[in-house]
């Protein structure tokens, strides 16, 4: 069976830090782009950040660029998403994704969802 576990999740002040992991089984982890989406109280699901092996930089949304840094360790089939600064605007689900195609991510046509954890960052 496919899995995304996606942990780390919490409460954390305005400014503080966290780190997301999601870790991946039931696939060829190398052979998929994964990475981050969230979504916040009363607003759409929005990517956050993917990587791919497609692709020779890590891609970011525009609002968490300098913020947040994604890695993997593909030996532990993990990937890990560093949240520092955060803001009571990154308050969110975070879901891990993956998909074959790092386009297709973008376009939130994902093959696989892991279950989300919650973020919450109080100001």
């Not at 999740?9 to 089984?25: D, E, H, P, Y």
């Not at 970011?60 to 840094?69: H, I, N």
């Amino acid at each position: 069976d496919v899995q995304l576990q996606a942990s780390g999740g919490g409460l954390v002040q305005a400014g503080g830090s966290l780190r997301l992991s999601c870790a991946a089984s039931g696939f060829t982890f190398d052979d998929y782009a994964i990475g981050w989406y969230r979504q916040a109280p009363g607003k759409e699901r929005e990517g956050v950040s993917l990587l791919s092996s497609s692709a020779s930089n890590p891609w970011y949304a525009d609002s968490v660029k300098g913020r947040f840094t994604i890695s993997s360790d593909n030996a532990k089939n993990t990937v890990y998403l560093e949240m520092n600064s955060l803001k009571p605007e990154d308050t969110a689900v975070y879901y891990c994704a993956a998909d074959r195609d790092a386009n297709r991510w973008l376009m939130f046509e994902i093959d696989y969802w892991g279950q989300g954890t919650l973020v919450t960052v109080s100001s």
